[in-house]
């Protein structure tokens, strides 16, 4: 009994190792009803599968469930407030429905051509604003943030100006079967950095054109709203096909 309990455990790591180095250095947090067809999506840092665009437009009507939210493991949980929590699905919630602009029917009920869409927003860091401070106010020192290279280019996520990720996924309403999937992690960026007008002008930006970094969660929803979009426009173009 004890070899096949130890046999069980090593499977279920390697399976876990397995899924975890499939993405990167994102680990699923289980969320999907299957991982197994998702590819990365070229130019991204997204993995993304699909049923044909066929398929998915023969859908008219949606379901859109609760949204959900995982903090990353090390996140300082007792400083986030669990209305905070339910105030940023509600915002990601409301952007989907927004997105979709009235290219679907809004229903809670499965049935036939009903799609049901899950969405669970995961490792989720908060911004930090009192370091954003330090960092937006010497975005080129070098010492606020490691990595941050010479005035080109766009500077990297920062570990204390906000982190997400996303897991998506589209079943078939009544056979509950995946019809479509999507992971992608979005790092905040503290500044894009333009030189067209001269390094004063790029610093300028640097520190007056993010005053989202001083709000704790500006960078999440800035992130729900692309993932809102980016779902929205996938459905209306499989409409329209």
């Not at 299957?34 to 993995?47: R, S």
């Amino acid at each position: 009994m004890k070899t096949r309990i130890f046999t069980a455990a090593a499977l279920l790591a390697a399976t876990t190792l397995a899924t975890a180095s499939s993405f990167g250095d994102y680990e699923p947090v289980g969320f999907l009803s299957d991982y197994g067809k998702l590819k990365p999506k070229a130019g991204t840092e997204a993995y993304s599968w699909s049923e044909p665009a066929a398929t998915i437009g023969a859908y008219d009507k949606i379901i859109v469930d609760r949204i959900k939210i995982y903090l990353k493991a090390d996140a300082a949980r007792g400083e986030i407030d669990p209305a905070t929590m339910q105030a940023l699905a509600s915002h990601f919630h409301d952007a989907i429905l927004k997105a979709l602009g009235g290219s679907y029917q809004i229903t809670r009920e499965p049935g036939p051509r009903t799609l049901r869409l899950r969405v669970a927003v995961t490792d989720l860091v908060p911004n930090k604003p009192e370091a954003s401070v330090i960092t937006l106010a010497v975005p080129f020192g070098g010492v606020a943030e490691a990595g941050v290279g010479a005035l080109s280019g766009k500077a990297g996520g920062s570990p204390f100006i906000g982190h997400a990720s996303v897991e998506i996924e589209a079943l078939d309403s009544e056979s509950q079967q995946q019809v479509a999937a999507y992971i992608e992690t979005r790092a905040a960026k503290k500044f894009d950095v333009d030189l067209s007008g001269g390094v004063g002008s790029a610093v300028d930006k640097g520190v007056t054109g993010y005053a989202d970094s001083f709000s704790t969660w500006a960078y999440t929803k800035k992130a729900m709203d692309h993932w809102a979009d980016l779902i929205g426009a996938w459905l209306k173009a499989a409409k329209s096909s």
